[in-house]
């Protein structure tokens, strides 16, 4: 064969535009220098406590950094965070504080619990904090879920000191969860299916990004692989004996390019062809398409979801071939219901610490991803506030968030988060009118939902 009719023609993929960011950018500068969140205006607890509860954080942010390292340099990805799982639950040992491993169905899922003052009744308030601790593989904790563990762990450590300084200042329950697989799955989902939610008035996480914000938004996300069955045939000698799979997987795949004009601004629909055939000489007989699904609501991922499957049917349809429809492989993720009262007294308590949480809406909601504590957030009030970590412009999921990760900033974010959970824990438990706004607000919103039943 002659090096002329080898000859092969490249173009580069051209530069990708900035300019949609950059408007972004300047709209939220502008809404940041008139926006602010309007707090709290509950008592919670006492000045008293703040304070100790403070002096407690700082005594144990040294720990707390060393594990945060520690956990980065040994990253383990979903369903697999042995070592990280075993590192928390030595630490809580370490202060004298029984943790169970391999709890409600998952082996490295993490359950301990303070009683306070009037445990023993069974009406007594019960709060949760939580913490993940799962790496993404490739990239390592590029999603900062070191610092989201120390922030849950240091929040509970100071509690339960001064549960033990004197339990009437803890009038409740708090149980600490370490929650697996939250990256591509669900863990607080098979969680809560073995019953690890009942009996709580109310969980609270936070999560290292490029903002302080109160409130981000968090998509919905469903996972869905369609895979289309028809038959072989010699393309040029037959073609007319065959039906081809892949005629039916790029007609979905059009198909969902014409249906985003007619959803929401903050829908999404991601999609690839996994299979669909070997030799261009044959027609393939199968093809297979993956996809995740994302909106904003339940109710409007509950149409999406509806829709994304008739376009499936439909292209079978066209191609004349058959299909295979498999929803959720792990269970779906719902949006979160963040709960307002509960993160007025976050806000206040960031805060004191010297940070001032936005409210939502000033980060626009199109940069938003998913999270299963969603999922929680929809069986008892919760909140998922984020703080601030690394530059705005760097993104999660990335290695250079991953460095920011283990940063002086990131050690920061760790003391100041935990004050702000262990506070808001602290503030709910002693103001009875602040607690009853918390679940009146929960129930006024729906209340909790069936959250294994939703898509069927």
């Given at each position: 064969m002659s ?13 990708v ?95 301990a ?5 009037g445990?023993e009744?069974?009406d ?16 390592g904790h ?44 669900t ?8 019953g ?8 609270v ?25 028809g ?10 004996m ?11 795949y ?12 903050t ?6 062809i996994?299979e ?36 499936a ?8 071939v ?23 007294r ?8 010297g ?7 000033v ?10 504590f ?29 460095a920011?990760a283990v ?7 760790a ?18 009118a ?23």
């Amino acid at each position: 064969m002659s090096s002329e009719s080898m000859a092969q023609s490249e173009a580069r993929c051209p530069e990708v535009s900035t300019s949609y960011l950059r408007q972004l950018d300047e709209e939220r500068e502008a809404a940041m220098r008139v926006s602010v969140h309007p707090g709290s205006a509950y008592e919670g607890a006492s000045e008293q406590l703040h304070a100790r509860l403070e002096e407690l954080i700082a005594r144990e942010a040294p720990e707390m950094a060393e594990l945060m390292l520690d956990l980065a340099a040994h990253p383990e990805v979903a369903f697999e965070e042995h070592r990280s799982a075993r590192a928390i639950a030595d630490s809580l040992a370490a202060h004298g504080i029984d943790a169970q491993v391999g709890v409600y169905g998952l082996d490295t899922a993490i359950r301990a619990e303070i009683r306070g003052a009037g445990a023993e009744h069974d009406d007594v308030p019960t709060l949760a904090i939580l913490s993940e601790y799962d790496a993404l593989p490739g990239v390592g904790h590029g999603c900062g879920h070191n610092v989201i563990a120390v922030m849950g762990l240091g929040a509970f450590l100071a509690l339960a000191a001064i549960a033990e300084e004197d339990p009437s200042a803890v009038p409740g329950r708090i149980v600490f969860l370490g929650t697996p697989a939250e990256e591509g799955h669900t863990g607080k989902e098979y969680m809560a299916r073995e019953g690890a939610f009942e009996g709580l008035d109310a969980a609270v996480m936070a999560h290292p990004y490029g903002y302080d914000l109160a409130d981000q938004t968090w998509l919905g996300r469903r996972t869905l692989t369609v895979e289309y069955h028809g038959h072989t045939a010699h393309a040029s000698a037959q073609p007319f004996m065959g039906r081809n799979a892949l005629d039916a997987a790029t007609l979905m795949y059009q198909g969902l390019g014409l249906l985003r004009q007619q959803t929401p601004p903050t829908d999404r629909i991601h999609a690839v062809i996994r299979e669909g055939g070997e030799r261009a000489s044959v027609i393939p007989d199968h093809a297979r398409l993956d996809l995740y699904v994302r909106s904003q609501r339940p109710e409007t991922l509950k149409v999406l979801s509806e829709r994304v499957e008739d376009v499936a049917r439909g292209a079978a349809l066209m191609a004349g071939v058959g299909l295979t429809v498999r929803w959720d492989e792990h269970p779906p993720s719902l949006p979160v219901r963040t709960n307002e009262t509960l993160t007025g007294r976050w806000v206040q308590a960031q805060r004191r610490r010297g940070r001032d949480p936005l409210p939502h809406g000033v980060v626009s909601p199109s940069l938003a991803a998913s999270t299963d504590f969603g999922n929680v957030s929809y069986r008892v009030p919760g909140i998922h506030p984020v703080i601030r970590i690394a530059p705005p412009e760097v993104a999660l999921h990335t290695r250079e968030f991953a460095a920011w990760a283990v940063s002086e900033q990131a050690r920061d974010a760790a003391a100041d988060g935990a004050y702000g959970l262990a506070a808001t824990v602290l503030d709910t438990l002693h103001d009875p009118a602040l607690a009853a706004s918390v679940a009146s607000e929960f129930e006024a919103a729906g209340g909790a939902i069936d959250v294994p039943a939703y898509f069927d």
